[in-house]
């Protein structure tokens, strides 16, 4: 009779376990063919040209496109300039918010999520006329070389500060993840009663529990400086996503092969980082 029971009730738990539906592959297929169907057809229109028929010529055509190089380049220099000032900015802030004065995190929260609410040309529309003022009135001054300074065209500090101010909402809920996760006031605690400086503490023992919740944060900052128009277009500046805009003007066919370019660059770099991620963990 034990063993009987003990057979209905394994019957009984093979008969309750959630079974594949249909419904769930019918959803897959509809979301691949949200993504693919377009980026198949940009594809093909890249390669296919009625009078030549199939030729890869525009992806042959973009290492000696005039400005590509120079435009991309700059766009990886100013992304990683922002990623590296934002996180500096915003994880010390963090730690700092969350184990000394707790009761400010709603404070922190809103001031970090108001770029959502201002509009990026009422944004750029200040940047520009405060460079424009600030350039007049700090010409007597000695910090007026500073101000034409962050002007460079040939790296416009100024990008990267507007940036860090557009991607700060979307680092903080990153971090604030991340840091949710983990019990920072223990492990804070025991460094520091062990001897550990402060910057051994936030270097050894806090960024390495961060390492998923920081590589998310770096890849939306890479994503959002890659992809940025409004703001360095008004300000006179040639990005990459300004150049791609630009270049559209004359060759449709290239302009849309460096958007597929990038899009699958974008995509690479997060298949690996989330593989180096998986190895690291599995390795733990």
């Known amino acids: 009779m ?29 979301a691949a ?11 093909w229109y890249t390669i296919h040209t009625p009078a030549t028929g199939v030729s890869f ?16 380049t700059l766009s990886l220099g100013l ?12 994880l010390p802030a963090m730690l700092a918010v969350r184990l000394f004065a707790p009761r400010l995190r709603p404070v922190m929260e809103v001031i970090c999520t108001l770029p959502l609410v201002v509009p990026p040309i009422t944004f750029v529309a200040g940047i520009g006329t405060t460079l424009r003022n600030g350039t007049e009135l700090l010409e007597p ?35 604030d993840a991340g840091l949710r ?55 006179g500046y040639e990005p990459f996503a300004v150049w791609i805009v630009t270049v559209s003007g004359s060759k449709g066919q290239l302009s849309v092969a460096v958007s597929i370019l990038s899009l699958l660059l974008i995509w690479l770099l997060l298949l690996a980082v989330s593989t180096v991620f998986g190895k690291k963990k599995e390795g733990k």
């Open 141 to 175: 001054t000695p910090f007026w070389a500073t101000i034409i300074a962050v002007q460079d065209p040939g790296f416009p500090v100024v990008l990267v500060l507007a940036y860090v101010v557009l991607v700060l909402p979307f680092v903080h809920r990153s971090l």
């Open 79 to 90: 992304a990683l300039a922002t990623i590296v000032l934002v996180l500096l900015l915003t």
């Open 2 to 30: 034990a063993a009987l029971t003990g057979l209905e009730r394994v019957s009984g738990d093979v008969a309750r376990r959630p079974r594949p539906r249909a419904w769930r592959g019918l959803v897959f297929a509809l």
């Open 33 to 43: 063919a949200y993504f693919l169907i377009p980026l198949g057809t940009s594809l």
């Open 57 to 72: 010529a525009p992806y042959g055509e973009l290492l000696t496109a005039d400005g590509f190089v120079r435009s991309l």
């Open 181 to 235: 996760t983990m019990d920072v006031r223990t492990l804070v605690e025991a460094a520091r009663n062990l001897g550990a400086s402060w910057p051994y503490v936030l270097a050894r023992v806090v960024v390495p529990n961060l390492r998923s919740a920081l590589a998310s944060a770096s890849f939306l900052t890479l994503a959002l400086v890659l992809g940025e128009y409004t703001v360095a277009s008004l300000l």
